[in-house]
């Protein structure tokens, strides 16, 4: 077979698996909701089941990103710095190991939510999934990105995008400060470790919506300047 | 005289392999890109190629044909001995040939332009002495291997920037690019009508005025353009394919425009690459039938025809399966990429054509995507390419030579 110069030019795209990774990233994350819920209904058998479909999703976004990871070489040409575009991937990667360990915390040590929490935590989790959606909006909008040469209209409305993202993030921000406000009160009423495993559980229901914010920040570096 | 016959069939036979082995392999370069956005589907390819790279070759072929024919090699070194010229021109076609084979089987991506001008230097140096090469010549050639894909890198990257600008960028890119699509059309064709009128119709006895020549670009121009504002008027908008991607009809009407960049990538390649195998037979043919090396004795009109002929065999034997192949490969090159990358191809390598410069379409056309790719325009781009190009000019040149020289001794042992 003859080789052709031309073929082997093209490489393969990253974008789209970064579409790909990021959409299961956003459907496993999209758990986590029904997943406190059970938690505040004390459902036992739907945190099992909302925790292995998260487990999952995991997964199977961590294919791709390993895929993807292996087939960019350093040899290759892309319209934005290939560290850059590496790092988003780590970060949409840790969006989605932030809802496993959630889901293994909750279920793993039989968490049961004290009812003063239940609905802020609620609260919580459901800021961090809409700053992934938020997050996976802006990366969906890779490919026109792309159309357009990271540049013009598109690239002003990629930034509103982030802007509304970094917003998102500060809700959840607030919403984390006042979770960990009710937990203090409560100390003295649960038990030590529980108390210290749930701070790490708001600190964790916080990150899902730090994550999301640093993927949009990074992604602003590829917008032309 | 029978040797000097049999001479001039086998030059035939080994002109008419080098031709179709260039429909065979080179052509689907030009082609693939318009497959691989599918702008064109691969039976349309075979059929635009087919036209365009017959028209190429015999209304603009003719320069480089004379640089083969009689730019490298200094007629005066052969003009004691005119039947060496004979056993040179054989012997480059073989070697090129049998070089063009062996590279294939290894999978090496070389070019036949390279190949060829490395065969006819090589049998000069080695079997005429190194004063029997126009060096200043052979240096402009080289020169141009270099500058033919940065500048339609180049080019690429300004037009690319323009169609950004002037539709992507605004407020409603689809009804600009129905507005603009049609001018851009006209542009392609009147810089192809343009160069060929002024330059490559000297070779058919066709000689316009300016004045002529302008108004048969003009008018070549406006119905290319006619004809392509008639097809983009019949594209609406289709809500559907804009669901995921908004800029999905904007790149159907830039589909039609890469038809037009087909067609000229078709014609460039077909008047430079031609001359590739029919420049010694030429030269072969015009010893033959006068017994010396006449400067001014015209190409044969059928020697022309039978490079033509011998292109579309090859294309139409081997040359649709490659284009298959790279299409397939390259669907990440969309319709407005296509359009910038073969349009600065096309001219570069239609100026090359005309100022007798056998260059490669395909380096030129890796040079032009890359253009297209400083602008930000494709999403990855394996460097490693350019490594291989330069690693097939480092081979080409000296196995090209080595071979040629070979095939120049055999003959010139058996019959002199």
């Known amino acids: 077979m003859p080789t052709s110069l031309l073929g082997d030019l093209f490489g393969r795209s990253p974008f789209q698996p970064m579409q790909r990774h990021m959409e299961l990233v956003r459907s496993c994350v999209a758990h986590v909701v029904p997943l406190f819920a059970a938690v505040a209904a004390g459902d036992g058998a739907t945190v099992a089941a909302e925790r292995a479909q998260i487990d999952d999703l995991e997964h199977q976004a961590d294919m791709i990103k390993n895929a993807l990871r292996a087939h960019l070489p350093k040899g290759f040409f892309l319209p934005v710095a290939r560290r850059d575009l590496l790092e988003i991937l780590d970060f949409q990667d840790n969006i989605a190991d932030t809802a496993q360990d959630l889901a293994e915390l909750v279920a793993e040590r039989r968490m049961v939510l004290p009812a003063p929490m239940a609905e802020p935590m609620l609260a919580l989790v459901k800021?961090?999934?809409?700053?992934?959606?938020?997050?996976?909006?802006?990366?969906?909008?890779?490919?026109?990105?792309?159309?357009?040469?990271?540049?013009?209209?598109?690239?002003?409305?990629?930034?509103?995008?982030?802007?509304?993202?970094?917003d998102q993030e500060e809700e959840s921000d607030r919403l984390e400060m006042e979770v960990n406000r009710i937990l203090f009160a409560l100390e003295g009423e649960l038990d030590p470790v529980t108390v210290i495993f749930w701070y790490r559980m708001i600190e964790l229901a916080g990150d899902l919506a730090d994550y999301s914010k640093k993927v949009g920040s990074r992604l602003r570096l590829f917008l032309a300047t | 005289m029978d040797h000097t016959t049999a001479f001039v069939y086998l030059a035939i036979?080994?002109?008419?392999?080098?031709?179709?082995?260039?429909?065979a392999n080179d052509v689907a370069n030009a082609m693939g890109t318009s497959v691989g956005s599918r702008a064109l589907t691969l039976r349309q390819a075979v059929v635009v190629a087919a036209i365009f790279e017959f028209a190429g070759a015999v209304f603009a072929g003719g320069n480089v044909t004379e640089t083969i024919r009689k730019g490298i090699v200094d007629p005066a070194a052969v003009a004691a001995n005119p039947q060496y010229l004979i056993f040179g021109m054989l012997a480059a076609l073989l070697a090129a040939g049998t070089w063009l084979i062996l590279a294939t089987r290894a999978g090496w991506p070389v070019s036949t332009s390279h190949t060829i001008v490395g065969a006819v230097v090589g049998f000069a140096v080695v079997g005429l002495g190194p004063d029997a090469?126009?060096?200043?010549?052979?240096?402009?050639i080289a020169a141009s291997w270099v500058t033919s894909p940065?500048?339609?890198?180049?080019?690429?990257?300004?037009?690319?920037?323009?169609?950004?600008?002037?539709i992507l960028e605004q407020e409603d890119p689809f009804a600009r690019a129905r507005r603009y699509g049609p001018f851009y059309i006209f542009v392609v064709f009147l810089i192809l009508g343009l160069l060929t009128a002024f330059e490559g119709l000297k070779h058919l006895n066709i000689d316009l005025s300016?004045?002529?020549?302008?108004?048969?670009?003009?008018?070549?121009?406006?119905?290319?353009?006619?004809?392509?504002?008639?097809?983009?008027?019949?594209?609406?908008?289709?809500p559907e394919a804009d669901r995921d991607f908004h800029y999905a009809n904007v790149e159907r009407i830039f589909a039609v425009l890469q038809i037009c960049t087909a067609?000229?990538?078709?014609?460039?390649?077909?008047?430079?690459?031609?001359a590739n195998a029919i420049g010694p037979l030429a030269a072969v043919v015009n010893v033959a039938a006068s017994g010396n090396v006449a400067q001014a004795s015209p190409i044969p009109p059928w020697v022309m025809l039978l490079g033509a002929g011998g292109i579309l065999a090859g294309l139409a034997m081997w040359g649709y399966r490659i284009i298959e192949t790279i299409g397939r490969k390259i669907t990440e090159l969309t319709p407005t990429r296509g359009f910038a990358a073969e349009f600065s191809t096309a001219t570069t390598i239609v100026v090359a054509s005309l100022t007798g410069m056998p260059v490669s379409t395909t380096h030129t056309l890796v040079g032009a995507v890359l253009g297209v790719g400083l602008a930000r325009g494709i999403g990855a781009l394996d460097l490693r390419v350019i490594g291989g190009i330069l690693v097939s000019w480092l081979i080409t040149l000296p196995a090209g030579a080595l071979l040629a020289s070979f095939f120049f001794f055999f003959f010139k042992g058996l019959f002199s």
């Not at chain 1, 996976?136 to 990271?150: N, Q, T």
């Not at chain 1, 990629?158 to 970094?166: F, I, N, P």
């Not at chain 2, 392999?17 to 429909?23: K, N, T």
């Not at chain 2, 940065?150 to 002037?166: E, Q």
């Open chain 1, 127 to 166: 800021s961090g999934q809409q700053a992934c959606d938020a997050a996976a909006a802006v990366i969906a909008e890779l490919d026109e990105l792309l159309e357009m040469g990271f540049r013009g209209r598109e690239a002003s409305r990629v930034e509103t995008m982030v802007d509304k993202l970094a």
């Open chain 2, 263 to 274: 067609c000229s990538v078709a014609f460039a390649h077909g008047s430079n690459d031609v």
């Open chain 2, 13 to 23: 036979a080994a002109g008419f392999y080098m031709a179709w082995a260039i429909g």
């Open chain 2, 210 to 238: 300016v004045g002529q020549a302008v108004a048969v670009a003009v008018a070549i121009g406006l119905t290319a353009a006619l004809i392509g504002a008639a097809f983009i008027h019949r594209i609406h908008i289709d």
């Open chain 2, 133 to 140: 090469v126009h060096w200043p010549k052979v240096g402009q």
């Open chain 2, 150 to 166: 940065l500048v339609a890198g180049g080019i690429a990257f300004v037009l690319f920037t323009v169609v950004r600008r002037t």
